[in-house]
């Protein structure tokens, strides 16, 4: 989708410095992928204390007993 922006120079500048990015495009899209990938971090981060934890909860034993049913299952 063509879009016309007007960027401040010096932070497209700045981009191209950080991201190694060679065009406009590509410096801008990776900004935004990565403003993108931070937020949902920050959300992540936000749940930490909110959520209810089993601390009896074996997470090793749970994955062992999963690769047990999945070798299990014949190949079709």
């Given at each position: 989708?063509?879009?016309?922006?007007?960027?401040?120079?010096?932070?497209?500048?700045?981009?191209f410095?950080?991201?190694?990015?060679?065009?406009?495009?590509?410096?801008?899209?990776?900004?935004?992928?990565?403003?993108?990938?931070?937020?949902?971090?920050?959300?992540?981060?936000?749940?930490?204390?909110?959520?209810?934890?089993?601390?009896?909860?074996?997470?090793?034993?749970?994955?062992?007993?999963?690769?047990?049913i999945?070798?299990?299952?014949?190949?079709?």
């Amino acid at each position: 989708m063509a879009t016309n922006l007007s960027i401040d120079p010096d932070l497209l500048d700045l981009a191209f410095t950080v991201s190694g990015e060679k065009t406009k495009k590509a410096a801008v899209t990776r900004a935004l992928q990565e403003f993108i990938a931070r937020r949902r971090q920050k959300r992540l981060l936000e749940l930490f204390g909110s959520l209810d934890w089993d601390e009896s909860y074996d997470y090793k034993a749970e994955r062992e007993r999963q690769l047990k049913i999945t070798r299990r299952r014949p190949r079709a």
